[in-house]
């Protein structure tokens, strides 16, 4: 996965707006609702978020730029405007945040948040969270010997 620029979250946030603005969001929603690799221009996603939220085209196309500078978007020049595309999925964007999330908790609270996966009862989540837990140790043990 590219590397994020992803430096805040705010739990308390429903969704990818944990760590993303609510613009950020609806961008990153338009764009990830295309099929995977089509790209989209400002233009596009100024008229389909203009009839609900009349924001200047300027506001979107910084917006859209600030998304590809975090990582999450990637820009093409394509005469006569830039073409985005998603440089992460949203599966992969969901997970890099919980990890990030857990990583910080198990830095911080290491034994109580394990009990705390532990106690999640959905054996799906659990399996999730387990999987992340173990792509930080690997992570954070390769870091330690780099």
């Known amino acids: 996965m590219s590397e994020l620029d992803i430096t805040t979250l705010y739990l308390h946030r429903p969704g990818i707006r944990a760590a993303l603005g609510d613009l950020e969001a609806e961008i990153m929603e338009l764009v990830w609702q295309r099929p995977s690799g089509q790209g989209i221009t400002v233009r596009q996603i100024w008229e389909e978020l203009h009839p609900r939220r ?53 830095v911080n609270f290491g034994e109580a948040t394990a009990e705390q996966i532990r106690r999640v009862s959905d054996p799906a989540l659990q399996e999730r969270l387990a999987r992340l837990l173990d792509e930080i140790q690997l992570r954070r043990t390769s870091e330690e010997t780099d």
């Open 54 to 106: 009349p924001l200047m085209y300027t506001t979107i196309m910084n917006t859209m730029t600030r998304l590809a500078r975090k990582g999450l978007l990637e820009a093409e020049r394509k005469e006569p405007a830039y073409v985005y595309r998603a440089a992460v999925m949203k599966d992969g964007f969901v997970d890099r945040i919980i990890g990030e999330a857990l990583e910080g908790l198990l």
